[in-house]
């Protein structure tokens, strides 16, 4: 059976002290990557993501181009393996790793994207304080309802389809809690996230224009081969379309649950998740149907990647 690969790529939340560091030191391609995030960035990312502290590393600001920076690392030493995909998708922030992966932006270009929206969103965070939280066991019918019920005229929406019935809503701190309570109340588990904004919600808009102004500063190409975002779970190659899609993401939920699905009925069959910790991994293996077959790969560091070689080339 031929392989048909998918390059899936992490969001925020799955950073760790020390991630991206053995690639960095063995392989030039990876370790160009934090020189370049070093260098947009104007402080040491490079530091934060080998060394830490995890609390700074965790700041938004800091975070988004640091595990940009290791997933692009991780992409890179694919690259020169020679293992292409035939889709690409990134979970929230991933999608601009995404991009890479598709030829649609520069490794150059996609940091400093992300470094502007990890500030604009903090900024956002602290002038719109917000809250999320992890839905489980309640499908997407049952969350509307409750985001309805709990909502009234505050802000409130889904902000990642994850699994069939792993839902995490983002809004503002009452609506998200009156909406904690629904869930409790159903039967169902509600787990608040630890994050310093409403990601995803209405309480991000106030970054719109600002972002738009300066993605158009920033080149784009049509993709090379095939994107899945997040905002529409479909496939776009248009520059302007994408970058449209990619302002509007700040504000839209993530379709990830409709992505994988997607794939998987177009036949991938090889999932390679490209960046920190197994996250996205989990959340494939528990929407692929119980008689599906598919092989799930991790690319987070030398022992990983070592791995993922000798699994897609046996």
Known sequence: MSKKIAFLFPGQGSQFVGMGQ??????????????????????????????????????????????????????????????????SAGHSLGEYSAL???????????????????ELMHREALAN???MAALMGMDMDTVREIVALAGGKE???????????QIVITGGKSPISR????????????????????WHSELMAGALEEFREFMESIPFSEAGSTVLFNATAKEETGAE???????????HPVKWYDIILKM???????????????VLSDMVKKIVPSDGHVNIH?????????????????
């Not at 802000?155 to 699994?163: G, W």
């Not at 379309?241 to 504000?251: A, H």
């Open 22 to 87: 053995d690639l960095a030191d063995q392989y030039p391609a990876a370790r160009d990557v934090f020189e370049k995030a070093d260098d947009i960035c104007e402080k040491p990312i490079s530091k934060l993501c080998f060394h830490g502290p995890l609390d700074e590393l965790t700041l938004t600001e800091n975070l988004q181009p640091a595990i940009t920076a290791v997933s692009l690392a991780c992409l890179a030493v694919l690259n020169e393996s020679s293992i292409k995909p035939t889709f």
């Open 100 to 118: 890479v992966s598709a030829g649609v932006i520069s490794v150059y270009h996609a940091l400093r994207l992300v470094r502007k929206r990890g």
């Open 129 to 131: 304080p917000g809250a």
């Open 155 to 165: 802000p409130l929406a889904v902000a990642n389809h994850n699994t069939a019935k």
């Open 179 to 198: 909406a904690i309570q629904l869930v409790k109340e159903r039967k169902g588990r509600a787990i608040p996230l630890k994050v310093s904004g409403a």
């Open 241 to 251: 379309n994408i970058k449209d899609i990619m302002v509007r993401q700040l504000v």
């Open 264 to 278: 998987l009925h177009d036949g991938v069959n090889t999932f390679v998740e490209v960046g920190p910790k197994r």
């Open 298 to 314: 991790s690319v987070q560091d030398l022992q990983t990647f070592e791995a993922t070689l000798t699994g897609i080339n046996a």
